[in-house]
């Protein structure tokens, strides 16, 4: 029976690893993490990550051929392929700060590898790396491998939070890049013959290493650029009168352009994104390619200019301040279906709404008060200027409440913003909620969900992204 070890059991490993123990009864899956909580809670009815139809495949699986734990170093001495899945942050201090991965995680899970094993071993990085981690990773395991083989291969996970176990079903392909030699190329085929249990053949693509890391850090960045681009076409859409909605429609139906993710929004948000994008940057700039490095940094640039452009929408459409007034936030989440915040663009437009004084009530369904009051008060990391982190927003706790509900979070407040696509925000009783709010009532739809015209005839002033402006908001001062 081969044996599958993952190292990391997060939003990546976690649902990776189910599904592969669903489609291959015949392997054992162990997921072990240094978390003690988190391994608690993959063993427990309460998983740590809430993704649709996860709970499902672990139910399935946890006992037969699934196991959750932290037995790091004996699950990795009997295993046959190791795929490291543990978190590789931007750095935040020291060379590279601001861009580079940090792979200290990384670094001290292939240090462990080398001191446990006792048999050939083939390494999988799943995690998103730079481009020549596998070798540096390499390097680690040979030079303590007491006659050991390793194998390292490069199979990036192209999964997305919300549809992750659709994703993993029926993946687009699945990539696996190893190295030009025999061994190499035989460590493929074994990875590949476990995809092969639910993967149609022509979808499980083969490449060298550093292909295989490369086109990770480049999908996620083509598609964090398509949305900066919707999101600048949305910014001219306002000030010309066109809607971005029929615009992306109309250049979606190009076949060579295509119709998904074109949705404008307040802003990309997510663990990849600007953090792969980052890293893409430092790479280029330390091949000496400034040019390409600073083409993809407008990417990143145009997302945190649509955050602030938001807010600067909502603070001079309500008479240039919301200070002391009561702003509800529908939606806290990077997107919907998950309750992951990394890089939300929510915590940006939350902590520009308080830093001009306003008093927010948040309603999210599934993100914790703990975990809306941690990312606001959190130092914000500035990408562009890692030397000064900019200071904590110092707004009091009365001045944030999470709340239960849309009804209570909108009730007395002067405006809604809806920063995450919930279904449920489509179907809110708006009539209700006007009738409980200070009048004149705005809503701002960062995410373009509401109908904005059957808002209109309640009463609402409504911004939708991209959108023709009412007049209200015309004769608005201009926003920056
Ligand atoms: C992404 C990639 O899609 C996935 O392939 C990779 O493995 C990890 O990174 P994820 O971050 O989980 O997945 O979600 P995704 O659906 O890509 O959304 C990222 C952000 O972009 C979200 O904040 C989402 O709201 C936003 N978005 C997406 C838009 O603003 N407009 C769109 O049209 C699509
Ligand atoms: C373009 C648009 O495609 C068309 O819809 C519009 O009406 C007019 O502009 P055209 O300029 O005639 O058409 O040719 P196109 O096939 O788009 O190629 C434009 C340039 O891009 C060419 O120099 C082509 O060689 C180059 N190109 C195209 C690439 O370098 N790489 C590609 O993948 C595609
Ligand atoms: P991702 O979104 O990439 O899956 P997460 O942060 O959700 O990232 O998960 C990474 C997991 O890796 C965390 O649960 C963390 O505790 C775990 N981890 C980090 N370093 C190690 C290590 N050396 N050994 C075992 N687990 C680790």
Redesign the pocket.
Known sequence: MVKICC???????GPTMAVIALKCPSIEVAV????VA?ITAWNSDELPIYEPGLDDVVKQCRGKNLFFSTE?EKHVSEADIIFV???TPTKTRGLGAGKAADLT?WE??AR?IADVSKSDKIVVEK?TVPVKTAEAIEKILTHNSKGINYQILSNPEFLAEGTAIQDLFHPDRVLIGGRDTPEGQKAIQTLKKVYAHWVPEDRIICTNLWSAELSKLAANAFLAQRISSVNAMSALCEATGADVTQVSNAVGKDSRIGPKFLNASVGFGG?CFQKDILNLVYICECNGLPEVASYWKQVIKVNDYQKSRFVNRMVSSMFNTVSGKKIAVLGFAFKKDTGDTRETPAIDVCKGLLGDSAHLSIYDPQVTQEQIQRDLSMEKFDWDHPTHLQPMSPYGVKQVSVVSDAHEATKDAHGLCILTEWDEFKTLDFKRIYDNMQKPAFVFDGRNVVDASKLREIGFIVYSIGKPLDAWLKDMPAVA
């Not at 072990?32 to 978390?35: K, L, T």
């Open positions: 190292i990391g059991a997060g939003y990546v490993g072990v993490d240094i978390s988190r790091v899945s543990v978190n995680y001290s899970a462990m995690s663990s």
